[in-house]
């Protein structure tokens, strides 16, 4: 099993900067592929950005330019640098976990663009 706690939401204005973080139970070396979705109101979840133990990655065209994943394998933690928000990135933010045969799920972190 692994379990996923994120921190780092928040409010934000237009054009301003956030770092979601996501703490694992286990070494990230030992699991597959970690990433961050999001969820607005009314909408599907969507990936936002992904890496695998490979340290291969993956983005939304949506965030491209703008967000970067990142991981520390001493701390067990994923991080996505979140620069240039907009209103449109308003979502709950879940941190994701594919090990083994399973997907696991953080609790969600609500972020907040907005003057």
């Known amino acids: 099993q692994v379990q996923l706690v994120e921190s780092g939401g928040g409010l934000v204005q237009p054009g301003g900067s956030l770092r979601l973080s996501c703490a694992a139970s286990?070494?990230?070396?030992?699991?597959?592929?970690m990433g961050w979705y999001r969820q607005a109101p009314g909408k599907q979840r969507e990936l936002v950005a992904a890496?695998?133990?490979?340290?291969?990655?993956n983005y939304a065209d949506s965030v491209k330019g703008r967000f970067t994943i990142s991981t520390d394998n001493a701390k067990n933690t994923v991080y996505l640098q979140m620069n240039s928000l907009k209103p449109d990135d308003t979502a709950v933010y879940y941190c994701?976990?594919?090990?083994?045969?399973?997907?696991?799920w953080g609790q969600g972190t609500q972020v907040t663009v907005s003057s």
């Open positions: 994701h976990a594919a090990y083994r045969e399973y997907d696991y």
């Open positions: 286990r070494s990230i070396f030992s699991i597959y592929a």
């Open positions: 890496i695998t133990s490979g340290s291969r990655t």
